[in-house]
């Protein structure tokens, strides 16, 4: 069942010589999780954070932490990430090697269980795994970078993992990322997303602009603004 829009400002696109500061004020601005992007300069080309970030970052939020590991090997860090303060433990299918090994084991230290696709990767990958997630995270742009702009063609694999999660009748989180922006947000939602990753689209414009920010990305998708519309 697909839920409210919940968003997940990502912490990439913050000024990260105030992360602290960063993440308090998104989090007064009205965001539902921090999204933590971890990059290795070997499954992605670039390199971000590890998890004594996630540990200094924990104290400045109650919200959850949404850690996206983009990284190969994953499983030796796992119960780093976990014992650092991470929520949500999100990995890739394409990481290896062995993937179902990786979700029982984020399972077994007790965090909700998540599981991505790069944009090449067909939804077919994921169907076997279904039952072992709480979360399935789409990227809409290659990884490794934030800025870049949404690859639309995604937006039917969304629909086909919309359903997916559905007929599997488990309560299974539908994580979008890469490229979100207002326009993009509607159609992510429209597609059957119900969780959005907005790094720029998030941070742009300064403090004073992020409560507005994430309000604009939860606006409702347009065929439900027509169905209000129709209605009153
Ligand atoms: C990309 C990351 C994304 C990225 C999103 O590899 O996983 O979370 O930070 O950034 P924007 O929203 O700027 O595309
Ligand atoms: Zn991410």
Redesign the pocket.
């Known amino acids: 069942m697909q839920q409210a829009v919940r968003i997940a400002p990502?912490i990439?696109?913050a000024d990260f010589s105030r992360l602290g500061d960063e993440v308090r004020a998104v989090t007064a601005a009205g965001a539902d999780l921090i999204?933590v992007?971890v990059m290795d300069g070997h499954f992605?080309p670039n390199l971000t954070i590890g998890p004594d970030m996630v540990k200094a970052l924990r104290p400045h939020t109650t919200l959850p932490l949404d850690v996206?590991l983009?990284i190969a090997p994953v499983d030796p860090f796992i119960a780093t990430f976990a014992e650092a303060g991470a929520d949500i433990i999100t990995a890739h299918v394409e990481a290896g090697p062995d993937i179902r090994r990786t979700l029982e084991l984020v399972r077994s230290l007790g965090k909700k269980v998540g599981i991505s696709l790069k944009p090449a990767t067909p939804a077919a990958a994921i169907q076997p795994l279904i039952g072992l997630v709480d979360l399935v995270l789409v990227?809409t742009?290659n990884?490794?970078?934030?800025?870049?702009s949404f690859i639309t063609s995604q937006l039917d694999k969304i629909t086909e993992i919309r359903r997916m999660i559905d007929a599997s009748g488990r309560m299974i989180d539908l994580e979008v990322?890469?490229?979100?922006n207002a326009e993009t947000a509607r159609a992510a939602v429209s597609a059957g997303a119900d969780m959005l990753?907005?790094?720029?689209?998030t941070f742009k414009g300064g403090v004073g602009a992020y409560a507005a920010n994430i309000g604009r990305l939860r606006a409702p998708p347009d065929d439900t603004r027509r169905a209000a519309a129709r209605s009153s």
């Open positions: 990502s990439l696109a999204h992007d992605v996206h983009m990227m742009v990884p490794g970078f934030g800025g870049q990322d890469g490229g979100i990753v907005a790094g720029s689209a």
